[in-house]
Structure formats: structure tokens, C-alpha cells
């Protein structure tokens, strides 16, 4: 009973074998009907068996539509995409004509198995002994099956075998071949096509045929194998179910056919999306192809651009420009900055205009300034302006006195040290009409205001005193007006003094270009005395006629530009700012730049004290409002807004500092020594602090003038104000030492110069300041040696003495001599030798000195002819201090 048991036991798989359809679906179809499984190892007795077996008979007509399909979709996928109808249409060509031994191998199964079951039918009631019968018969099925089998490994390794000796031939040939040996009714055609198909995947271009996806194509001819020809391997499938050559081919079940047919669908579902994607990707693409867009008529550049900003200019790809590029002979890509040559060069290839691109920076001040110049000239508005007015002359010529007397005030009485310090300017008024005077008598300033590019002069007195005539000075400040195309007027001052000899002056002018009208030159002379007041109205009126001749004229309705004649910081009232106005007018509340200063013209004042609102062109006018000191000759230039105003001053400070460290930089402590070893030159740096802008400079030209046999005065850092610790800073780092004229250092300044050891010096009186640093200098000079004669010694005896040579016995007659000093070897008051001693001894002792009174032996380097009665005079050399 138990092994009937056993015996009736049947597996899932065993059935589904048998019926030659998946495990899977056969596990279906048995819990649809009921029976208790779970997987294709779950067992069922006969009469289940036989049940499950009849529910598939019954469903094999659906069974085979299903196939069919599956079967439609793997051969269609594979080779090409025809419609759905000629995809059923074809197939059913192809089932009718595949006859082949699967198919009989298929039918005989099923053949045997019905037997089967209807054995097993019977079997249900049957006599052991019948039951011994079946067994037997499915003994000899299983028998004849396996004998199938080998029949069918046999035609394979044929197969394979003919396979690999046909390998030198082409791919295609093979296709065809195996083609035509499986599917021998289609036609030639449909071969081709097939062949040009596998050849030709029709999938999304994204899939790009790879040597890994090509091998499977050729495979796909391998399952054509002539033992075993059914529909699905007449087409070539895509599927990788042939195994490598050579290999033992193993049948394909139901349920990898189906799990392919899955993954088939699966990867034409893919390929689709990818198709829709490449559709979606080459919509995108469209609008960044600029290639239709036409090009701009001129490119505008920048220099500096590269290939990517001028694809975008030219609307035109980046890669187009670099490759142009390439063409022209340039190398370069998309990131790479190019000049403008190569940018007008590329333009000219489009066959477009190149031009570049102005760039306005309002922070360059020095060019608004320019403009408002070149803005007056054209103006229709000019109306006649006062001159601007400098005097120059040699020292003590009267230059302070003469614009005292014009100003009606006595200025040079109080000056600290007598020299000219205070800076500013002044108008004089003559029959209602305005000279202005810079307060800044002499040419150094003036050429110093001109070097910073302020040419604010229009005319230049000079000053000669008729007693003194033509004297160095003067003729620097001739040749400075004369470099400055300035006219100059002479000014022959003094001639209220007895010895005064105006024509004197005037001939010794003429050696310098300037020859009075009455001998026949255009050069103005009038006689004056500044002390006496005598003329001087007359050379008012002469540098009116001059103002005149020259047709000075400015636009008051204008934008305000100036420059700065005069700066300082006020305790009280801040930054205060000496100011020409030299075109327009400037109002108070105006928004102005001034050098990298910037603020609003708070409150404005004149030349006599008095607050004004306005200052029409050629006014000095001192203002206040800037948020710092700007320096002497600064440009003024006024803006719209005082915002505009701001961000343009301050940049012009970041612009400055950014200057003044990288100048800081060079000089260091590591290179200071080097610099001065290259250029042979030997500096004194100084820090130069003082109350005004005007002493800073006066200051800084007269130590600049020092110069003490090749040491000269470097100023490293030169501005007004109190000493403060910056400037300690600087001078402790450059090792300079601090100047500080007519100001004091700030408390914490002091100290830390005391703790780093920076010596400070303060001064009232300029030329105290120089003789200090010239004092100084001379310190640092070299020292210079002098002879002293130290004693004089007779010579009382000599001994020769081989190896040594000639030795003296001298008694000293006065001072002293000592190993180390110079001795000279006078006989008959003639020297007759000049060297130095070589041993110096008392009795037999070496000695290092022998005072007066006292005899001693010596020799001489170098010198043995040394005789009884020879004078000889010891000498050192000193250092002599400079004088
Ligand atoms: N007799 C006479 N003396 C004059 C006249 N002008 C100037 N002086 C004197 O000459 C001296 C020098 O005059 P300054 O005006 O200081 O000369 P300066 O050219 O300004 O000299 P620096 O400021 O040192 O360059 C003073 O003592 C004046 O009084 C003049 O017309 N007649």
C-alpha cells in the first residue's frame, strides 16, 4: 500500500514536463483547481494528476494562441517592426511550414502522454500487474526520449563543427545560409532583409551597436540548427540562449521562454522610452542652436574676452569660435582670454566690424577734469576770467614783499626763519577787475604743482632786484615758465635803492630770451618797488593787458572743476581745502570728488575771511566738508549726488592705499640694504610730518637738495598732521628717523617711538631742520684718516743680524712709539723710507709702546739700510671727524 502510494505520487514539475509547459503555470492551474500545492515540488496523486492533465488538454487550443503570440512578439522584435497584422500573417506562413522534429517530438509526447493518462485512468481500478505494464511502457517513452536527445546533441555538435570551419567567411554569409537552411519557402529578399535587419538594429539611435551587442546577433542564426528547426529559431532573436560554440545546447524550456518573451517586451518598452527621450533630447537641443541666428552687423568687444562671451555676441557656438580660431591660427579654447588683435582678427572672418567697448570710469577724476576743460573751450557761454598769477625770483629779490604790498599786509616779518612758508592765494581787485596770486612765491612749487599736473598759472612776475641783477634762481624760474609756456612778466624790483641799475637787469635778461618792448622784444619790464609801492599798480595793469592779449576765459554756468592749492586738518573744522576754481562755479552743498577725497562743500570762504556761496572761475576759496586731507594740486571736480560722489572717493582711496602699500612694500628693512649696494648710493630716509601741505613740500624740496658727497635725503613718507603711530611704524621699519615741523607726535606715538628706538625731531624753523639732517649726514660718512706723529726717535746704534736683519738702537726723543705705528726714516732731512714697524723690543722683551726718554730696538719691515743718527718719526692715523 505504501509504495502504491508512492508510486500513485506525482510532482508538479513531473507534470509539467510531461506537458512540456512551465512549472509555474501548471502550480496555477492546480490551485485554480483546488489542490492543495504551493511550488512545482509539490507532489499530487493520480487522480489530481490526471485532472490537471485533462484542464490543460481542454485549454491547449488557448494554450497555443498564447504561444503563438509570445512566439510573434520574440521573431518581430528581433528582426523588424512590421505591423501587427503582417506580424500574424507571417507567423502563421511560418507555422504552417514548420514541420519540423520538435514539432513531431512535441506530438509524440503529447501522443504518449494521453496514453498515459488514460492508463492511468484505467489504472485507478486496475490489477497491480497492469500497473507493472505501464510502468514498463513509460520506461521504453523515457528510453526513446533520451535516444531523441542524443539524436538531437549529435546534429548540434555537427553543427558547431561546421561552424568553426567556415569561420574565415563572413558574418553575413552565415546569416544568409542558415536562413535559407531554416526557413528554405522564404525568400531571397526576405533573407536580406532579415540579414540587413540584424545587421541594422531599427532601435532609438541612443543604442549604439557595441562589439558586445553584435555578437549576439550573429548567434542568433545558431539556433537554426537543422535537427531541431522550429519558428522561433528560424528568426533570430535578440535572446542570449544559444550558449558559446562548442558548448552543449540546451533546450529551451517553456518558462525561459516566456521569462525572454518578458524581457523582450521589457527592452522594446525601453527602447521606445529611449526613443521618446532622444525625440524629447533633440526638441531641447533646437533652441541652443544659434547657427540660423545672423550675425550683429559690429561686434563690440572687450579685450580680454574669450571664445564663449564672443559666441554669445556673434550667436554662434563656442566650439564654432575656437575652431575659427584654429583656422586663423590660434590656439586656444573656450575660457581662454584673447587680445584684441585676435578678437578684430576673428570679426574679420565673419565679415563683421570689430570696435571695442569704452569703458568710463568715473573714479579717474583727472579725465572728468579734462573733459570739463575741452567743454568750456567750446562753450558758447566763456566770459573773461581774472589771470592766475605766480611770482618767482631769486632769494631776497622781494618776492614775499611785493605780495604783501599787493595784499596790503606785511606777512614776512612774522615768518618763523624768514622764509616764505604760508601757501595759499589772494585777488586783487584794479578798476574793477581780479588778479588772483598764488601765495607761493618761487619756481619750486610751481613746478612741483606741475609735475602733479596742475597748470593753474597763467602768467609769471618775476622778480629781479635791480641792485643784485641776474642770479641763479632766476634763471631756473625763467627756464621753468619758459618749460611751462607761461608768459612771463619782469618785475625790476628795488629800484628805490641807490645802487639800483634797472637797465643793468634788463640787458642781462636778454641773454635769456627776454627782451623788453622798447629795444624791440614782446617782453613786459616794469621798474618797481615792492617796499615803496612805486609801479606796482603799473604791473597790475600790465598782467591785465597780458590777461587780455591771451584771452583768458572760462563758462561759469558749467559743472565746477578745480584744484587744490593748499590742504590742512582744522581741530575744528576737519579737512580744510585751499581751492581754485578754474571753470564753472562752485556752491556750497555741491557733491564734490578731491583727490581720493570726496564730501559736500560745507562752508565756503574767500580770500579775505568772508563766507561765500558761490566761487566763480579763478576764485581761490577755502572749503571745508571732505571726509579727509586732500594733497596740494588734487583735482575738484563737482557730481551730481553726493552718493555718486561717495562711492567714486572712496574708491579713489582704495586705489590710493592700495599704491601707498605697495610702495611701503619696497621699502623693507631685507631690501633697503640691497637697493643701496646696486645703485652705489647711500640714503637717509626720513618720515616727513608738518602743519600744512605747503611746509611739507617747502620742507621736503630743501632736505631733497641735501647732499652730502652721494648720501642724500630719501623721504619716504611725507603728510600733515600730528606724528602718529603709523609713521612711527614706518620709520621703525625702514630705519628712518621722524621730521615733524611745526607738530607734535600724538601720546601713544611718543611712547612707542621711545620703545622701539625712533628718534623724533621737531622743528619751527626750516633751515634749523636742514643743518640738523645735513649735521646728521655728515655723521654717516665715511671717516677719513689723518697722520699724527706721534714721536721722534734717534738712532744711537744698529746690529746686523742674519735672519732678522738690520735692528735699530734709538733713544726716544719725544712722545712715544709704539708695535703698530708707521715709521718714517729721515737722515739728512730727507726721508729716505716710510713703513711701518716690525718688532718693537725693551732689552730683550717685545714690547707694545716705548715712551720718551727711554731706548729701545726696532726694525723696520722691509728696511735694513738704517744708519747711526737717522732720524725716525713714529706716526698713527687718526679719524678725523667731518667738519
Ligand atoms: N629797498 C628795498 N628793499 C626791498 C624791496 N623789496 C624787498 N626788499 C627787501 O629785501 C629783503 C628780502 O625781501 P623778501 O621779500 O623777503 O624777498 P624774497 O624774495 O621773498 O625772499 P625769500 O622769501 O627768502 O625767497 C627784505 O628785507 C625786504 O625788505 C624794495 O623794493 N626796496
Keep these: 500500500m505504501k509504495e502504491s502510494d508512492l508510486m500513485a505520487k506525482k510532482r508538479i514539475y513531473e507534470v509539467a514536463k510531461e506537458l512540456n509547459i512551465d512549472n509555474k503555470t501548471v502550480v496555477d492551474k492546480a490551485k485554480e483547481l483546488g489542490f492543495d500545492v504551493k511550488s512545482h515540488m509539490s507532489s499530487l ?9 485533462e484542464a490543460f488538454k481542454s485549454n491547449k487550443n488557448a494554450g497555443k494562441a498564447t504561444k503563438k503570440k509570445s512566439k510573434i512578439k520574440i521573431s518581430v522584435g528581433a528582426i523588424r517592426r512590421p505591423s501587427h497584422n503582417e506580424k500574424k500573417k507571417d507567423f502563421s506562413k511560418n507555422k504552417k511550414r514548420s514541420n519540423n522534429h520538435r514539432n513531431d517530438q512535441e506530438q509524440n509526447r503529447n501522443k504518449k502522454n494521453n496514453e498515459r493518462r488514460r492508463q492511468n485512468n484505467d489504472n485507478k481500478n486496475s490489477r497491480p500487474a497492469a500497473r507493472d505494464l505501464l510502468k514498463q511502457l513509460q520506461h521504453k517513452q523515457r528510453a526513446e526520449s533520451s535516444e531523441l536527445d542524443a539524436q538531437t546533441e549529435r546534429s548540434r555538435r555537427q553543427w558547431h563543427e561546421q561552424q568553426n570551419s567556415s569561420k574565415g567567411t563572413k558574418k553575413v554569409e552565415q546569416v544568409k545560409k542558415a536562413e535559407k537552411k531554416s526557413i528554405p519557402s522564404v525568400g531571397a529578399e526576405a533573407v536580406k532583409a532579415r540579414v540587413e535587419a540584424s545587421q541594422k538594429p531599427t532601435g532609438p539611435k541612443i543604442i549604439k551597436p557595441s562589439p558586445a551587442r553584435n ?24 535572446k542570449k540562449d544559444f550558449g558559446k560554440p562548442g558548448r552543449k545546447k540546451r533546450e529551451v524550456p517553456e518558462y525561459e521562454r516566456e521569462r525572454s518573451e518578458h524581457s523582450d517586451k521589457a527592452r522594446r518598452r525601453r527602447n521606445k522610452k529611449n526613443k521618446r527621450n532622444n525625440q524629447t533630447q533633440e526638441v531641447k537641443k533646437q533652441p541652443t542652436q544659434r547657427k540660423e541666428r545672423p550675425l550683429p552687423e559690429t561686434l563690440v568687444f572687450e579685450e580680454g574676452m574669450n571664445a564663449q562671451d564672443l559666441g554669445k555676441l556673434l550667436h554662434r557656438e563656442p566650439a564654432e569660435i575656437v575652431k575659427k580660431l584654429f583656422m586663423l591660427g590660434v590656439m586656444t579654447n573656450q575660457n581662454q582670454s584673447l587680445d584684441k588683435d585676435t578678437i578684430e582678427l576673428l570679426a574679420a572672418e565673419y565679415g563683421i566690424d570689430a570696435q571695442e567697448k569704452v569703458h568710463e570710469d568715473i573714479s579717474d577724476i583727472d579725465t572728468l577734469y579734462t573733459k570739463e576743460v575741452e567743454a568750456s573751450k567750446k562753450s558758447k557761454h566763456q566770459i573773461k576770467r581774472p589771470p592766475v598769477v605766480t611770482i ?3 632769494v631776497d629779490h622781494g618776492k ?23 601757501i595759499g592765494a589772494y585777488q586783487v581787485r ?7 596770486f598764488l601765495d607761493t612765491p618761487g619756481h619750486a612749487a610751481f613746478s612741483n604743482m606741475r609735475a602733479r599736473g596742475a597748470e593753474i598759472t597763467d602768467i609769471v612776475v618775476l622778480v629781479v632786484a635791480a641792485d643784485d641783477g641776474v642770479m641763479p634762481q632766476t634763471i631756473e624760474a625763467i627756464d621753468h615758465a619758459k618749460s611751462a609756456k607761461v608768459p612771463i612778466i619782469v618785475a625790476v624790483n628795488k629800484i628805490d635803492k641807490p645802487g639800483a641799475n634797472p637797465d643793468h637787469v634788463m ?3 636778454m641773454k635769456y630770451g627776454l627782451v623788453p618792448e622798447d629795444w624791440g622784444g614782446d617782453t613786459i619790464f616794469v621798474k618797481i618797488s615792492a617796499k615803496t609801492g612805486k609801479n606796482v599798480d603799473d604791473l597790475l595793469q600790465m598782467i591785465l593787458l597780458q590777461s587780455d592779449v591771451m584771452e583768458l576765459k572760462a563758462d561759469p554756468d558749467q559743472k565746477a572743476i578745480g584744484t587744490v592749492i593748499e590742504a590742512r586738518l582744522d581741530k575744528g573744522r576737519g579737512a580744510v581745502a585751499d581751492v581754485l576754481v578754474q571753470q564753472g562755479t562752485l556752491k556750497v552743498g555741491d557733491p564734490i570728488v578731491v583727490g581720493d577725497t570726496f564730501g559736500r562743500v560745507r562752508v565756503m570762504t574767500n580770500d579775505k575771511g568772508r563766507r561765500v556761496k558761490k566761487a566763480t572761475p579763478s576764485t581761490p576759496v577755502e572749503i571745508t566738508g571732505l571726509n579727509d586731507v586732500p594733497s596740494s594740486a588734487d583735482k575738484l571736480v563737482v557730481f551730481d549726488d553726493e552718493k555718486t560722489a561717495r562711492s567714486v572717493g572712496e574708491q579713489r582711496a582704495k586705489n590710493a592705499l592700495e599704491k601707498q602699500r605697495e610702495n611701503v612694500q619696497h621699502v623693507t628693512l631685507d631690501n633697503l640694504f640691497d637697493t643701496m649696494k646696486k645703485e652705489n648710493m647711500k640714503e637717509v630716509d626720513i618720515v616727513l610730518k608738518a602743519d600744512v601741505q605747503g611746509s611739507v613740500e617747502a620742507l621736503q624740496q630743501s632736505l631733497e637738495k641735501i647732499n652730502v658727497e652721494g648720501v642724500r635725503v630719501n623721504i619716504i613718507h611725507a603728510g600733515v598732521g600730528a606724528i602718529n603711530e603709523s609713521d612711527v611704524t614706518l620709520a621703525g621699519a625702514s630705519n628712518a628717523f621722524i621730521i615733524g615741523f611745526n607738530v607734535r607726535p600724538t601720546a601713544t606715538a611718543k611712547s612707542q617711538a621711545e620703545s622701539e628706538g625712533v628718534d623724533i625731531r621737531l622743528y619751527n624753523i626750516i633751515y634749523k631742520a636742514m643743518d640738523d639732517v645735513e649735521a646728521a649726514m655728515k655723521g654717516m660718512l665715511e671717516p677719513t684718516y689723518e697722520e699724527k706723529v706721534t714721536g721722534n726717535l734717534t738712532v744711537r746704534e744698529t746690529w746686523k743680524v742674519s735672519k732678522v736683519g738690520t735692528i735699530a738702537g734709538a733713544f726716544v726723543d719725544s712722545g712715544y712709539i709704539t708695535r703698530d705705528s708707521g715709521v718714517r726714516v729721515i737722515r739728512d732731512g730727507i726721508v729716505k723710507y716710510d713703513g711701518k714697524v716690525a718688532s718693537l723690543k725693551r732689552f730683550k722683551d717685545d714690547v707694545k709702546e716705548v715712551k720718551q726718554g727711554f731706548d729701545c730696538g726696532l726694525t723696520i719691515e722691509n728696511f735694513n739700510d738704517i744708519k747711526i743718527d737717522d732720524q725716525l718719526e713714529a706716526y698713527e692715523m687718526q679719524e678725523v671727524k667731518p667738519q
Excluded at 45 to 53: E, H, P, W
Excluded at 218 to 225: G, H, L, M, N, S
Excluded at 430 to 436: K, S, V
Aim: aromatic letters at 0%; proline letters at 9%; zero cysteines.
Design 45 to 53: 496523486d493520480d487522480a489530481q494528476a490526471d485532472k490537471l492533465v
Design 215 to 238: 555578437k549576439p546577433k550573429v548567434k542568433k542564426v545558431e539556433p537554426v540548427i537543422p535537427a531541431q528547426p522550429t519558428p522561433e529559431n528560424a528568426k533570430p532573436s535578440r
Design 392 to 394: 618767482m625770483g631769486h
Design 400 to 422: 614775499t614783499t611785493l605780495l604783501d604790498r599787493l595784499r596790503h599786509t606785511n606777512v614776512s616779518e612774522h615768518e618763523a626763519g624768514g622764509i616764505t612758508q604760508k
Design 430 to 436: 584794479l578798476d574793477d577787475r581780479l588778479i588772483t
Design 507 to 509: 640787458e642781462q635778461l
